[in-house]
């Protein structure tokens, strides 16, 4: 997108075509739609507790990159922390 400096200081869009000027990458409309969410409260019935939309639970995350990265490392912990666990060996029915 182009912009164009205004005698004022400030900036405005070269054109007002609505395809070139994608507003949903904007900071604004992140910080605005972060603070719908964080309104708006679920209740998880696996982890019995309530959630916003803005941090949901690793039980329903979305599917945007965030998200996933942040699933990924959960599972990762996860695997470290049974791997740490101390296993146990099965000595037969009658040991």
Sequence with gaps: MKW??????????LTKNVKEFD??????????LM???KEIWVYCEI??????LAVPCIHHLS????????????KRKQKQ???SEPVREYKGLYE
Excluded: A, V
């Design 81 to 83: 922390s049974k791997s």
């Design 35 to 37: 603070l719908k969410l």
């Design 4 to 13: 164009k400096k205004l005698p004022n200081g400030k900036w405005q869009p």
């Design 63 to 74: 599917d945007s990159p965030d998200h996933q990265k942040q699933y990924l490392e959960q």
């Design 47 to 52: 982890c019995k507790t309530k959630y916003n």
């Design 23 to 32: 507003y949903y990458m904007t900071n604004d409309f992140k910080k605005k």
